[in-house]
């Protein structure tokens, strides 16, 4: 930064090397030896949080901690293979499925012919499905009489690797399944619904079954083309690196994950971002035909067009953005009238546990 302000017009001489001298090099080589122990201790923090959260610790608090984790440093975690890294899997009760067909049959007693699949959204886990005492996947099961499995996985990894993962699973586990499935229904939270999107294409792609078996799936307040806080980072970045005296801090603003990345436009497909700017714009993928896709919003106004409602969405998720709507009609997403619906007066994570929201639900997987 020193070196930034030397060369700026009418700040004196530049610094022949980069590198300050005298009273000001002492002070800067010992800030670089405090750098260098900071940029350490990432691991070494990762190695003190590992043996407080014990993986054989199963208590939601513990998964509560690992999943915010995941969704901020899960690249990096399973980059460095490091244990706190979540690995995908379906569970029910937290505890994971064996995707085999006698397995199944003793871990889920009570399978039925509706298969219900639940994706959480970032920095969440599949326990959090339960919030104020109510779990979506659970009051289907009563109601509807869906047989619910939730699908645990590492939200800081790029929402195409989870999909193709997540397309896989799922073919292994409808193969598996202990009856003859009558109905297969897809819930995605935020980022699961993305995952959801992915996993489709990717699924349809490879040329598996399951996707012909999908009936429903339902968007819980999906960021399809993006959320403004993930580009308020952005333009943080950008700002820094437009400022002479700052650009050297711009590379901090880049320290968050490829899943939380990905949400700036809603990026879905690898294409999206090997090979190029992981903020470039992502290419246009419309909603499957062999399914009928529901999409539910909420607004944190009392009505979905006043100010407050057009500014702050469900306080994470513009009410365009989860409805699939975008300026460029070419881009947006061909939701029925009849299969959207707008919460009011409800925030993000409300979405799990508000009774309009299960209502609303109820009726379109009946």
């Given at each position: ?271 999206d971002w090997m090979g190029r700017d992981r903020y470039a714009r992502p290419r246009h993928l419309p909603l499957p035909t062999t399914a009928r896709c529901h999409a539910a919003a909420a607004v944190m106004g009392r009505q ?63």
């Amino acid at each position: 930064m020193h070196e930034r302000i030397a060369r700026i017009p009418g700040a004196g001489a530049p610094v022949p090397d980069g590198r300050a001298r005298g009273i000001s090099g002492l002070v800067y080589k010992s800030i670089r030896g405090v750098t260098r122990l900071v940029g350490g201790s990432l691991d070494a923090l990762l190695g003190m949080l590992s043996p407080g959260l014990d993986a054989d610790d199963t208590s939601p608090q513990r998964d509560a901690v690992v999943a915010a984790l995941n969704g901020v440093l899960g690249d990096y975690l399973a980059a460095t293979a490091n244990p706190l890294a979540t690995q995908m899997a379906f569970r029910r009760d937290g505890r994971p499925l064996v995707l085999e067909t006698s397995a199944l049959t003793a871990s889920v007693p009570d399978a039925g012919g509706r298969l219900l699949v639940l994706l959480h959204g970032l920095c969440m886990d599949d326990l959090q499905w339960r919030r104020e005492g109510h779990d979506h996947g659970a009051a289907l099961a009563r109601d509807l009489g869906y047989t619910p499995v939730y699908l645990h996985y590492n939200s800081g990894l790029h929402i195409s690797f989870n999909g193709r993962a997540l397309a896989q699973r799922l073919e292994q586990l409808v193969d598996q399944w202990p009856v003859p499935l009558e109905r297969l229904a897809i819930v995605g939270h935020s980022m699961g619904g993305l995952l959801a999107r992915s996993a489709l294409h990717q699924a349809t792609q490879a040329g598996h079954r399951w996707p012909s078996r999908l009936d429903d799936l339902v968007f819980l307040g999906t960021p399809h083309h993006g959320a403004p806080l993930e580009r308020a980072g952005h333009w943080v970045d950008v700002v820094l690196e437009a400022t002479p005296y700052a650009a050297p801090l711009a590379r901090l603003g880049k320290v968050r994950s490829a899943g939380i990345t990905d949400l700036r436009h809603g990026s879905l497909l690898d294409e999206d971002w090997m090979g190029r700017d992981r903020y470039a714009r992502p290419r246009h993928l419309p909603l499957p035909t062999t399914a009928r896709c529901h999409a539910a919003a909420a607004v944190m106004g009392r009505q979905s067009g006043d100010l407050k409602s057009r500014l702050m969405g469900d306080g994470f998720v513009p009410l365009d953005s989860a409805l699939g709507r975008h300026t460029d009609p070419s881009r947006s997403l061909a939701f029925a009238e009849s299969r959207q619906w707008v919460g009011l007066g409800m925030s993000h994570l409300e979405l799990l546990n508000r009774s309009e929201v299960y209502a609303q639900l109820r009726q379109w997987l009946r």
